[in-house]
C-alpha cells in the first residue's frame, strides 16, 4: 500500500524544501503506521488507535496565542498576557474534548452492495457508542470518496452508506476508512484509519459492440407443441374424420397420393446460451464485458438464457437471482479478487 495516509498532507510544491520534508514525513508515518492496520469488520477506537494534532485553523489560533504573549511581555500588558494565557488554557481544554469525542467509537462493517468496474460501489457502516456518552460531528470517508457526518446524541447507533469505486473485477476490498472530527471549536484534528473487511463484489464493466455471442445449439428450434389454430405448417399425416376442408392437402389427393391434411404446430421459445467460444479473437476481459452486456440485455426479456464459460455452464432460466449469479459468475471468473 503506497498511497500516503492524509491527503491533506500532500505538498503543493513538491520541488520545494517543504514539500520534500512533508513527503519524507509521510512515508516515515506509512511506514511506522501500516503494518498497524488490521482488516477487521469491528472496529473499537482507543486511545492507542486516534492520533491528534492541531488543524489549520489550530495553527492560526495558536499564531495569535504567541503574538499575545509576546506583546504582553514587552509590553508588561496584563491583561494581554491574560488573555494568552486564557486562550492557551481554551486549547488545551480543546485537545480533551476532542480526543474523548473519538474514543470509544464502534464502527462496524454491515455488508455491501455490487457494482460495476469503474462505478461506485455501497458499502454500508454501523458506528455506535456506549449510552453513557455522546459523538457530535464525526466524519467517516474513504479515500477520494464523499465524506458522511453523523451525531450520537439522541440514538447511539447510526448507520450509514458510504461509496467507492470499484477499481478491481471479482472481490474488491475497499481503501482505508478514515474516521475523523474536529468538535468542538475546529482547532484540534482527531483522526483514525481503518481497514474494513467488506468486499465489494466489483462486475465486469457491460460493453456492447457486436452480434449475441450464441452456441450453436441455440439456433436449433425449441420443443414443438401441437395446436389448434397454429400457423407454422409442419408436414402431412393421414386425414382423419372431422379435420377441416381448409386442412386436407387437394393437390395430393388430384395427384392420386392418397387423402392427406396438413400439420401445423408451434414451438416453444428456444433457449439462449451465451457461449465464451462465440466471441473469438477477443481478450479475457473483452469477452466477459461482452457477455456481461447481453446479459443485462436479456434480463429485460421473457426468454431463458443460460451461460458457457470454460469449465462451467449455468442452465437457461430467466428472474432476478438468475441474473445476479450470471454476472457473480463473470465477476469471479479467472478474477485476482475471487474468494
Not at 477506537?45 to 495553527?59: E, H, T, Y
Not at 481503518?194 to 465486469?204: G, H, K
Request: charged share 20%; aromatic share 10%; net charge positive.
Amino acid at each position: 500500500m503506497s498511497q500516503s495516509v492524509d491527503s491533506s498532507m500532500k505538498p503543493h510544491l513538491p520541488g520545494s524544501p517543504v514539500g520534500h520534508l512533508r513527503q519524507y514525513v509521510q512515508k516515515r508515518f506509512d511506514a511506522w503506521m501500516l503494518p498497524r492496520l488490521k482488516r477487521a469488520r469491528s472496529h473499537q477506537l482507543s486511545n492507542k488507535r486516534l492520533f491528534i494534532v492541531p488543524s489549520k485553523a489550530g495553527v492560526g489560533f495558536l499564531s495569535v496565542v504567541v503574538l499575545l504573549w509576546l506583546t504582553g511581555t514587552n509590553y508588561e500588558n496584563n491583561i494581554v498576557l491574560g488573555l494568552a494565557f486564557f486562550l492557551t488554557a481554551l486549547f488545551v481544554v480543546c485537545i480533551h474534548h476532542t480526543f474523548f469525542n473519538m474514543s470509544g467509537l464502534v464502527v462496524d462493517a454491515v455488508g455491501s452492495a455490487p457494482c460495476f468496474l469503474g462505478e461506485d460501489g455501497e458499502v454500508e457502516i454501523r458506528v455506535s457508542c456506549s449510552n453513557s456518552s455522546d459523538k457530535e460531528s464525526i466524519a467517516l470517508s474513504f479515500s477520494k470518496g464523499r465524506a458522511a457526518t453523523i451525531d450520537l446524541l439522541d440514538t447511539h447507533s447510526v448507520t450509514v452508506k458510504l461509496f467507492t469505486r470499484g477499481e478491481q473485477r471479482g472481490w474488491y476490498y475497499p481503501p482505508r476508512l478514515k474516521v475523523e472530527s474536529f468538535f468542538p471549536l475546529g482547532i484540534i484534528r482527531c483522526w483514525s484509519w481503518l481497514v474494513l473487511d467488506a468486499p465489494i463484489l466489483v462486475y465486469p464493466k457491460p460493453e456492447g459492440g457486436s452480434d449475441m455471442p450464441l452456441s450453436q445449439s441455440s439456433s436449433h428450434e425449441g420443443e414443438r407443441m401441437e395446436e389448434a389454430g397454429a400457423e407454422d405448417f409442419h408436414g402431412f399425416k393421414p386425414y382423419q374424420l372431422g379435420v377441416s376442408p381448409k386442412h386436407i392437402a387437394w393437390k395430393h389427393y388430384a395427384r392420386g397420393q392418397g387423402l392427406y391434411s396438413k400439420e401445423y404446430a408451434s414451438y416453444r421459445e428456444q433457449s439462449v446460451w451465451l457461449d465464451w467460444d462465440a466471441l473469438e479473437g477477443l481478450g479475457t476481459e473483452a469477452r466477459l464485458s461482452r457477455l456481461c452486456y447481453w446479459v443485462i440485455k436479456l434480463s429485460s426479456t421473457q426468454q431463458p438464457y443460460g451461460l458457457r464459460l470454460p469449465g462451467q455452464a449455468i442452465p437457461p432460466a430467466m428472474g432476478v437471482d438468475h441474473k445476479h449469479q450470471l454476472l457473480k459468475t463473470l465477476a469471479l471468473y479467472r478474477s485476482e479478487g475471487g474468494k
